[in-house]
């Protein structure tokens, strides 16, 4: 099946500090990722879309200037938490669209812990 | 926009039994309709999809309902086994390759020995 890897899987860093994530689907072009955020034990937060190429589109209380994302290719996205707060700690995954249909696959996370 | 509610929030089924997770959506363009199985601390995985032209799918052990009049499907594991073990979430999309999926809150389904 398809394949999306995010990097880093653990980031483990101080208050003020600004950390990025990567996305990128292997073997095959997303016009679209989304970007969530998990809490322990809760359901997945869609934060924003990327799409290829546009300004991603960020959802109600996600502050775009804290959560930037850039969609410059049709296989990578980045999320870069800007600042780091200890509240930003958290689970971040990305998901892809497969260009040819609409089937979604995600990367395998990444664990944020702001000091 | 759309909303989906997912019940029960946890779900504890003896090993062999059946396990059946619930959910309702809101919004009637919505027509694409996967479930997601998602083990502790790795990616959701994508077990099962169905679209609103079908009203049943099932793949072995797990299939999927859907009734768009009340705009409501639910999954249904039969013989369960301990590595059914995980939280499952439902979601509803218009299925345009662009358009958001939203997910349920989740149902965290225990498989008792």
């Known amino acids: 099946g398809a394949v999306v890897s995010q990097h880093p899987s653990r980031v483990i860093c101080k208050s003020g500090t600004s950390v990025k994530i990567e996305c990128r689907s292997l073997?095959?072009?997303?016009?679209?990722m989304f970007w969530y955020r998990q809490f322990p034990k809760q359901s997945l937060m869609l934060m924003a879309t990327s799409n290829e190429g546009s300004k991603a589109t960020y959802e109600q209380g996600v502050e775009k200037d804290k959560f930037l994302i850039n969609h410059a290719s049709l296989t990578l996205s980045t999320l870069t938490v800007t600042s780091a707060h200890p509240e930003d700690s958290s689970f971040y995954i990305c998901?892809?669209?497969?260009?040819?249909?609409?089937?979604?696959?995600f990367g395998s996370g990444t664990q944020l812990s702001v000091l | 926009g759309e909303n989906v509610e997912q019940h029960p929030s946890t779900l504890s089924v003896q090993e062999g039994d059946s396990a059946v997770i619930k959910c309702t959506y809101s919004d009637s363009a919505s027509n694409y309709f996967p479930w997601y199985k998602q083990e502790l601390g790795k990616r959701p995985q994508l077990i099962i999809d169905?679209?609103?032209?079908?009203g049943e799918k099932k793949d072995q052990r797990i299939a999927v309902t859907l009734n768009k009049t009340a705009k409501h499907f639910s999954l249904h594991i039969t013989e369960t086994q301990p590595e059914d073990s995980a939280v499952y979430f439902c979601a509803a999309s218009t299925g345009n390759r662009d358009d958001k999926i939203i997910f349920g809150k989740g149902t965290r389904l225990h498989i008792l020995p």
């Open positions: 073997d095959f072009q997303a016009t679209t």
């Open positions: 998901s892809a669209h497969m260009r040819t249909n609409e089937k979604l696959f």
């Open positions: 169905i679209r609103s032209n079908v």
